[in-house]
């Protein structure tokens, strides 16, 4: 299929339109106004977005859209070049921006009064720009300066509610962090630039196969650090569950969903284009990110267990699932290191569709809880509760996103996770037993996530949406604004479809990435995914089908029911409703209901030697005579992050220290300054003297 | 002809180094910018000569320039600015190196300036008009670098960083035999103006403190 | 392999009706067994049979406050269990839709519906539902990479995850056990245990606070609901037992659907009969221990997962 010029304007005139959203809403005044104004052009732009995006991946072509001004410098390249991998993260983007747009129209109503809804609205859209055309770059340039003001805006809608000191506290934190990442992931591109001479990614691309062994590992590990601060990557992730809870529910559905994805974006071009793993020798890279995957998703999960702030939680979810993206990629390059073409085909198959499916059911998730905030009045899941009769279509959707997050069937996240499993199932391929073993143990870290993962998702859901209500708050609930619930509807659409019909992401994916793969059989788009064994010399085929698995449950469903009828006739039975067996004690109140910590509870004492809680009980007394009779008993039982107490708290006291010291030279004299150029001269000059 | 110029070139890098000794001595602002006013004039004797061996007329229009601003206009004017300020404030009572020994040190500044930069000038081919003037140049810097480090009174500093932007002209003018007529404008314009601007906010200073010591800006200090 | 669609769907239907039919049997004997170990007669092995059907009957009394949730949760607990079941090749070794779903399908069905178990518990807003729910969470967190672990150590021997090659690989390879297979069937012994919610890690016959897990998710459900919540949980038990029993001890299974009908029918006997000494092995261990306190249990569960790794060891090395 050629493309048409037309293709280009697609996705200038979506530039257009997101540029319109970013400016319009700062003339108009209004409730509705503005809140349509910012964020109808960027729904529109979206569209536009992922028609322009599914076209180009389909076309199988690339696109170079040149600057139309001539660069005055070299380096100063601002020209696009937007091949199938760029065009497949696009696509991404543009999928959950649209769903976010929809949901801001309804959202940013609710801040009107409060806060500048232009001012958001201006800062949306241009994180959504700078996101698109950092992956469209093509120069070294040209992508730090979109990433930093992709990095910047989104400092600015974190610290959009700037009236709460946490929250200015988190944006710092993140600004540092993402500036150390960008610091690094610099470092990398310098690396490449000595080696190439130049700054364009096409050079970095026809270097790649000459790279000594050296420069392509000081460039991996660089990329790995910069691009895995940005994207999440313990432990380097200490400021996403900062500032993912800080930023309005929207932002937080577009930094989990997208912003983490333009991170993993970078590191796989970084890694399969500019860093090619063609030796054996190149393996143990793969091995790195594997390894610094699990961990990621483990401990993403266990800190997500114990928290109670549905924002936060959701936020640690996405440290673990961004793990999981890494473990593909990593398992990709460990393949591709051994020449397993197809094997490594199906990791990064993995990787990316995960990539996808996470960008979708967490932006689902985060809209469903900011919808929650907002009607609930609260964030905290200990004050909510019989959520699902009052809001029910909220509660549909954070389920769908549950079930989907959870990796069940049959919606996107079990082929995402099934894809995954059967790439480390796939490990015995690879011809290292040093390998082989350390992926199997990566492995069973990989399943101890997606159990913990389940078992938060039923915290999360359960205690947020069913029994009764545990604050007037949430008694009071009302559902949220229908543009809302149109938004999440869209991501909530998608779960299903990219679930049922896998085919239709697998093709998208395969040809944006240039793989053929002959894992896709059938009659798309409802064929099955296979991927091929060999064991004792026996062959075996592994496959699913989503829509054949649905067939089947229907008419088990279908059978049930006759069944149930046929068996229960001759006597008619009803359904009272009553109220809950309290065991003879009296009405139950809200006291007696779990709470998100009580459920929890188990998990945290199952995994003690991990979260090392501390607990504090205080009792106070009416006199001190009698201790039987107490005024109050307080207990207060805290675990503490533990990287955030072992690796950062030491490293910013050793730091502070050294600082402290150096400081002592600032006298606040100016005669001790100029005392310091003289001797300063005076040195120069001595050393100039003293060189032959 | 060739010795007669050599003694003149002789002469006034000996009278510039008297010249800034008399900076160094003086207690008072007063007596500061006499100093200052005879090194001025020193120094447009010294440019006339580099003007004169290299036959640039327009060294001469610099040597004239640098005489009518830095010995008349620029003493006139810090005269005139600092009229507002007490009497004694303008007195250095109490600088952080004695004057004895600040004469030492200054000596031993020229003594340095001297050695390093022979040996610098021993690798590279340099005329005798760089020769003479290079070392005094570095030397005229160092000891306004130090008359600044030494000062207490801010009026003082002023005065201190005149003479190392002395220094900078000697240097500039003998090792590249004079620089273009505009950027010299340039260069003395600038000080004119930062000399004015400085004087006026060390008078508001007095002013508003009652005081120019600049160790009392430590106070300002957060800790 | 195919053989037509209407055999396969025959096969299908049958052995799904055969499975859903044959669980609750199960039940019963294991009940049987404890009774009389305890020196009890016990209640006839059809007893589950005649309590299911009551339970039919029966009206429903649903909590003022559960949602719709509570209400859904029995009918999708029932169908993904029963459609994993047909997965799995029990009695033939050939499940005519293992071109449509693997073992992570049949794994990720049972976590369906577990989820929905376990979040029927909390919608009752009683504390014996959150016991119930929170001690299900622990475990069945820990025992998914004990799951993942055996399906690795199988996967490498027998290669892959399609459930019809596995077991068809198993009955090839005959009776042998490898060393690595040994330590998998030690770690999904213990696994099964835990998932079908046997002693020491839950007591399916107790409605104290103390012990119950599974029970106590199910405490607020009666009538309709808890027929189809009980029935799900003795297929799933029968689906475990025959996935532990056709890949781990294939004695008597043929290799494949073109061995005759004689040996197609002997094979399913053996595999009634193997089911049926496993349950009172079940059984008899149930009578030996009593339940552990729950976190002791986490050692159990290392110990499985650690027997696994060995496996997994002993054949790369």
Known sequence: ?692 | MTTLLADLITLSAAGLLIATFGVVVRRSFIGWVSAYRYQSVVLAASTAVVGYSTGFWDIYAAAVLTLVVKAEVIPRLLVRVTSGVEGDLKMEANPYVSIRLSVLISALLVALSYGLVGQVLASARLDVLAQAYLPVSVSLFFIGLFAMVSRRTALNQVVGLLIIENGLFLFTTALTHGVSLIIEVGILADALVGVVISAILLTRMSQTFDTMDTGSLEKLKDD | MTYGLAVDAAVAVMQGIAVVALAPLLTGIMRKVKARTQKRVGASVLQPYYDLLKLLHKDEVVSDQASWVFRSAPWVVAVSTVTAALFVPVFLPFSALSAAGDFILVLGLFALARFFNMLAGIDAASAFGGIGTSREMMMSALAEPGLFVTLFVVSLTLGGTNLTSLVGAAAQSGVVLTASMLFGLIALFIIVLAETGRLPFDNPATHLELTMVHEAMLLEYSGKSLALVEWSQATKQLVLFALLVNLFVPVGMPVSMGAGPLQLGAGSLAVLAKLGLLAVLVAYVETRIAKWRLFRLVDLFALAIASGMVGMIFFYL
């Open chain 1, 1 to 692: 299929m050629e493309i048409s010029p037309a293709s280009s304007a697609l996705f200038l005139g979506a530039l257009l339109l997101y540029l319109a959203g970013a400016v319009l809403p700062l003339f108009l005044r209004g409730r509705r106004e503005s809140a349509v104004s910012a964020f109808l052009p960027a729904a529109l732009g979206s569209l536009l977005v992922v028609i322009f995006a599914a076209s180009v991946i389909v076309s199988g072509s690339a696109i170079r859209i040149s600057s139309p001004v001539a660069a005055p410098l070299a380096v100063l390249d601002f020209s696009l070049y937007i091949d199938g991998i760029a065009a497949f993260f696009m696509l991404i983007i543009g999928l959950v921006a649209l769903s976010v747009s929809v949901y801001s129209i309804g959202y940013s109503e609710s801040y009107y009064g409060r806060h500048s809804v232009g001012a958001l609205g201006f800062l949306v859209n241009l994180f959504v720009i700078s996101m698109l055309l950092v992956t469209a770059t093509d120069s070294v340039f040209s992508f730090l300066v979109f990433w930093e003001l992709m990095s910047l805006s989104s400092f600015f809608l974190v610290v959009y509610e700037h009236e709460k000191p946490k929250n200015l506290r988190s944006g710092m934190t993140y600004l540092i962090m993402t500036h150390i990442g960008t610091a690094f992931i610099t470092a990398a591109f310098l690396v490449l630039y000595l080696q190439t001479g130049s700054l364009s990614f096409d050079s970095f691309r026809g270097a790649a196969a000459q790279l000594p062994a050296l420069t392509k590992d000081s460039v991996f590990v660089l990329a790995l650090l910069g691009f895995g601060t940005k994207a999440g990557l313990v432990p380097m992730h200490t400021w996403l569950p900062k500032a993912h809870p800080a930023a309005p529910s929207n932002v937080s559905a577009l930094m989990s969903g997208v912003m983490l994805k333009v991170a993993i974006y970078g590191l796989a071009r970084v890694t399969l284009g500019f860093v090619l793993p063609d030796s054996p020798g190149d393996a143990w890279l793969g091995l790195l990110m594997v390894m610094a995957g699990s961990a990621s998703a483990l401990f993403g999960v266990l800190f997500a267990a114990v928290e109670h702030d549905i924002k936060r939680a959701l936020a640690y979810h996405s440290v673990e699932n961004v793990g999981i993206i890494v473990v593909g990629l990593g398992l990709s390059v460990v393949f591709m290191s051994y020449g397993l073409e197809t094997l490594a085909a199906l990791a990064l198959l993995a990787s990316m569709y995960h990539s996808l499916n996470h960008a979708v059911f967490k932006g689902l998730l985060f809209m469903a809880a900011g919808s929650v905030v907002l009607g609930a009045g609260t964030a905290d899941m200990n004050l909510m509760g019989g959520l699902a009769k009052r809001m029910p279509w909220t509660s549909l959707f954070f389920l769908v996103g549950s079930i989907a997050i959870a990796g069940l069937p049959p919606l996107n996240g079990f082929v995402s996770e099934w894809l995954t499993l059967q790439a480390l199932l796939s490990s015995y391929q690879v011809p290292n037993v040093v390998l082989q073993l350390s992926i199997g143990f990566s492995s069973i870290v990989f399943a101890l996530t997606l159990g913990l993962a389940l078992a938060t998702f039923v915290k999360l859901f359960g205690i947020s949406f069913l029994a009764r209500p545990r604050s007037k708050g949430a008694e009071n609930a009302t559902e949220a604004p229908r543009t809302m619930l149109v938004g999440m509807g869209l991501a909530g659409g998608l779960c299903v479809v990219l679930g049922v019909l896998p085919l239709v992401a697998t093709s998208l994916i395969s040809s944006s990435f240039g793989f053929n793969m002959g894992l896709v059989s059938g009659y798309p788009p409802f064929g099955p995914l296979t991927v091929g064994y060999t064991a004792a010399g026996l062959k075996s085929l592994s496959e699913i089908s989503p829509p054949e698995v649905l067939v089947a449950a229907a008419s088990v469903g279908a059978a049930l029911l006759g069944f149930v009828t046929v068996a229960s006739r001759g006597r008619k039975t009803i359904v009272r409703p009553y109220s809950t067996w309290e065991g003879g004690f009296g009405p139950l109140g809200v006291r007696t209901e779990y709470t998100a910590s009580s459920l929890s509870q188990p998990i945290r004492t199952a995994f003690k030697w991990f979260y090392r809680p501390h607990t504090s009980t205080e009792r106070t007394y009416f006199s001190d005579s009698n201790h039987m009779v107490r005024r109050s008993i307080s207990f207060v039982s805290e675990t503490k992050e533990v990287f955030e107490e072992y690796l950062y708290s030491p490293t910013t006291r050793a730091v502070l220290f050294v600082l402290d010291k150096v400081r002592k030279i600032q006298t606040g004299k100016i005669n001790s300054y100029l005392l310091y150029v003289l001797i300063v001269t005076a040195v120069l000059l001595l050393l100039a003297a003293l060189q032959p």
